[in-house]
Nanobody
Framework: VQLQASGGGSVQAGGSLRLSCAASGRTVRRDNMGWFRQGPGKERDFVAAIRWTGDIRFADSVKGRFTISRDDAKNTVYLQMNSLKPEDTAVYYC???????????????????WGQGTQVTVSS
């Protein structure tokens, strides 16, 4: 599975961005898909995930501001980011996990395939 993330950019605080992650190589309709981010000088952190069943998880830091969705016909997962804050500045990575269960969705070790990352910069 190859993943291509796009949609990053620079916005002011309070703005919005929509990230996309297109998968190729095979269908991911039976896979779990997630978004992680790595800020400057920080470790990579979980942001959001959507299971193939439709179950969704969010990090507490983005609840109420971010939404995640998938279009299996397009083999694509989306991350809609609203009310962006400077602390959301990071490189955002999408990932695919064929095997994660609900309790392991937030762990990056559960994901087998990773995209190249897209930069999101939020200025105050």
């Amino acid at each position: 599975v190859q993943l291509q993330a796009s949609g990053g950019g620079s916005v002011q605080a309070g703005g919005s961005l929509r990230l996309s992650c297109a998968a190729s190589g095979r269908t991911v309709r039976r896979d779990n898909m997630g978004w992680f981010r790595q800020g400057p000088g920080k470790e990579r952190d979980f942001v959001a995930a959507i299971r193939w069943t439709g179950d969704i998880r969010f990090a507490d830091s983005v609840k109420g501001r971010f939404t995640i969705s998938r279009d299996d016909a397009k083999n694509t997962v989306y991350l809609q980011m609203n009310s962006l804050k400077p602390e959301d500045t990071a490189v955002y990575y999408c990932a695919v996990s064929p095997r994660a269960i609900a309790s392991t969705l937030t762990r990056d070790s559960s994901y087998d395939y990773w995209g190249q990352g897209t930069q999101v910069t939020v200025s105050s």
